[in-house]
């Protein structure tokens, strides 16, 4: 497992070493002339944010916004022709390859944090949620503090494990956590009884809990252990790309049609199963689209950045 691990850490290293000279040699958009791609990273489970339908096929509400961000950029590029090619990614190599330039946008439950600006920029948020947990209702479990000595899983990669250990460690718990590759993962791990809890963003658990089996077993428990408003990734440094990326976003939110966008998701039924996941817009997230210029909101929400 060690040398596997080893071998995808060389592999990701290698691609972002060959991509990045060519997406730093005249910005994204030059590369993608030259190419003749758009490449939109993708998730395979966060819905209904970036996932796979029964055909295999990325769909979801983030992958929309993006799919309207590539067409401005064919109209932008003039090649209404450009071929759009999606790449799955996960939270651990979301990053190295955005960076590496072997995607050009990443498309899925990304929150914008102080952090990750370090690497990598955003677009105007389009979703806001925040750190809960998800438990068996036959735990037991009412709030965080009754984890004390238990065992929880986190997805790797994710704000959410950031917060959850810091409450462990403010609380001082003595929680047993294990890690998993992504969140149908994770949330197998509540399933089966090798974790009682899962900390994830609440609309993420709620698409969980609402896909499960037997969704009437599960509760998202716990007041947010932190905000975290979902953004659209692109490459630092990049003020051309960036610009008609933000644009673009903002008339769609100019426009209305994030109502309509918003409404498809996550206020009607929805693939694969025909959830509907009957999740209000929040008030957050309504600031966000009135002031998508707004840093205050739209780069952290009401975080303490």
């Not at 972002?16 to 000279?21: E, H, P």
Request: net charge positive; charged share 25%.
């Amino acid at each position: 497992m060690k040398r596997y691990f080893r071998l995808v850490t060389a592999l990701i290293a290698g691609l972002a070493l060959a991509g990045a000279s060519h997406a730093q040699d005249g910005g994204t958009l030059k590369k993608i002339r030259d190419t003749g791609v758009i490449k939109i990273g993708h998730r395979d489970a966060s819905i209904p944010f970036s996932y796979l339908d029964d055909n295999q096929k990325p769909i979801g509400y983030g992958v929309d916004i993006c799919l309207k961000i590539a067409d401005a950029i064919k109209a932008n590029l003039k090649m209404p022709n450009l071929k759009v090619e999606f790449v799955p990614v996960t939270s651990q190599t979301r990053i190295p390859i955005l960076t590496g330039g072997n995607i050009d946008l990443e498309c899925g439950s990304t929150t914008n944090s102080i952090e990750r600006q370090k690497q990598v920029a955003f677009a105007p948020t389009y979703f806001m949620t925040g750190t809960k947990i998800v438990v068996k209702k036959s735990s037991g479990i009412k709030g965080y503090d009754d984890l004390k000595g238990k065992t929880v899983v986190f997805t790797q990669g994710t704000t959410n494990e950031r917060a959850m250990k810091a409450y462990n460690d403010a609380k001082n718990l003595g929680i047993n956590f294990i890690p998993s590759k992504d969140h149908a993962e994770s949330f197998l791990a509540v399933e089966t009884g090798r974790a009682v809890a899962f900390p994830m963003d609440d609309i993420l658990l709620y698409s969980l809990v609402a896909s499960a089996k037997t969704p009437g077993d599960y509760v998202v428990l716990g007041e947010f252990l932190s905000d975290d408003p979902y953004a659209i990734m692109l490459r630092k440094d990049d003020a051309e790309f960036k610009k008609l990326v933000d644009t673009t976003v903002t008339n769609i939110y100019k426009s209305g049609e994030i109502n309509k966008l918003y409404t498809k998701w996550f206020q009607s039924k929805i693939p694969p199963k025909g959830v509907n996941l009957n999740f209000p817009m929040s008030d957050g997230l309504k600031e966000a689209i009135k002031n998508p210029n707004d840093t205050g909101v739209g780069a952290c929400g009401r975080m303490k950045c």
